[in-house]
Nanobody
Framework: QVQLVESGGGSVQPGGSLRLSCAASGSIERFIFMAWYRQAPGKQRELVAR???????NYADAVKGRFTISRDYAKNTVYLQMNSLKSDDTAVYYCYTPGTPGNWGQGTQVTVSS
């Protein structure tokens, strides 16, 4: 089972940017997709962005046009570039790969506040 380690979270003012990284302990090429989820306090975990093995991407409506998911097979890493951050983006962000069971990272906190 692959281990996932997220990094890059932090505190930022509204309108700012952050880039999250998800480093996998093994090759990510075998996964049909990889994804970023987030969970805000008192809310359910929700899908933020997904990238397939073919390179197709899809995003939650709330982040379209502001967030970009990408991957680097050589580094076994998936990224989430987050621009124009809003207070509603405050959450713990998790990396996910499918499997039986699926693999989750430990999460990285993103706080958007003035």
């Amino acid at each position: 089972q692959v281990q996932l380690v997220e990094s890059g979270g932090g505190s930022v003012q509204p309108g700012g940017s952050l880039r999250l990284s998800c480093a996998a302990s093994g090759s990510i090429e075998r996964f049909i997709f990889m994804a970023w989820y987030r969970q805000a306090p008192g809310k359910q975990r929700e899908l933020v962005a997904r990238i397939t093995s073919g390179g197709s991407t899809n995003y939650a409506d709330a982040v379209k046009g502001r967030f970009t998911i990408s991957r680097d097979y050589a580094k076994n890493t998936v990224y989430l570039q987050m621009n124009s951050l809003k207070s509603d983006d405050t959450a713990v962000y998790y990396c996910y790969t499918p499997g039986t069971p699926g693999n989750w990272g430990q999460g990285t906190q993103v706080t958007v506040s003035s």
